[in-house]
């Protein structure tokens, strides 16, 4: 059972230079999201879609963009990247439904340096 | 916006029960959620609350209630690997356009000792 799948799982980037994190699900999900987790500020919504063809912005959407052409996938990109975009990220899909939960891939780990 | 407030840090007996509380201040409520977090690892779902009251899986359980803006989750018979972060989460609706999404508090990391 694969669910959500992340790639790549680390990275280490220059500032300045770009690159795009792909999410992977195979549950059928309509919500997809993304998230930052950093030391003592927990997982911060950055985008999300409720739908293929569909984005907007969570808590923290600065410097980053994210597409969802394809139902089962959502990418994430940074266009310039800071080293303040240093953290580890991850995605989720589903809680569409009430009693519903949402499921984590295994995360990307980024530093940009 | 969203309030949400846990523990920094527990440290609990092996064998023992704890107790980790969460606080929340939010509009548009949609249910209380409790995941599990090991190092490196990602988060994995342990415990859903929507209604007021007790929600039991096994040594796992959860309470909320909402007109206190209150939710806490109960661990018996703890065991070394339960050693974790806990991280309590609220699921909010969007009046608009009816969007679910998850904000999170900064989570509790239990340390489980012999």
């Known amino acids: 059972n694969a669910g959500v799948t992340q790639t790549p799982k680390f990275r280490v980037l220059k500032t300045g230079q770009s690159m795009t994190l792909l999410c992977a699900q195979d549950m059928n999900h309509e919500y997809m999201y993304w998230y930052r987790q950093d030391p003592g500020m927990g997982l911060r919504l950055i985008h999300y879609?409720?739908?293929?063809?569909?984005?907007a912005k969570g808590e923290v959407p600065d410097g980053y963009n994210v597409s969802r052409l394809k139902k089962q996938n959502f990418l994430l990109g940074l266009e310039s990247a800071a080293p303040s975009q240093t953290s580890v990220y991850f995605c989720?899909?589903?809680?569409?439904?009430?009693?519903?939960?949402?499921?984590f891939g295994q995360g990307t780990r980024l530093t940009v340096v | 916006g969203q309030n949400i407030d846990q523990p920094t840090e527990m440290t609990a007996t092996e064998g023992a029960i704890v107790q980790i509380n969460c606080t929340y201040q939010t509009s548009g409520f949609n249910g209380l959620f409790w995941y599990q977090q090991h190092a490196g690892e990602a988060p994995t779902f342990l415990s859903y609350n929507v209604l007021d009251g007790l929600e039991e899986k096994g040594r796992f359980s959860s309470f909320l209630s909402r007109s206190k803006g209150y939710s806490y989750l109960l661990l018996k018979e703890l065991q070394m690997k339960d050693s974790a972060s806990y991280l309590c989460a609220v699921r909010r609706t969007f009046f608009q356009t009816g969007a679910n999404n998850l904000f999170f508090g900064t989570g509790t990391r239990l340390t489980v000792i012999p």
């Open positions: 989720a899909s589903g809680l569409e439904k009430q009693n519903t939960e949402a499921f």
């Open positions: 879609s409720v739908g293929e063809g569909t984005t």
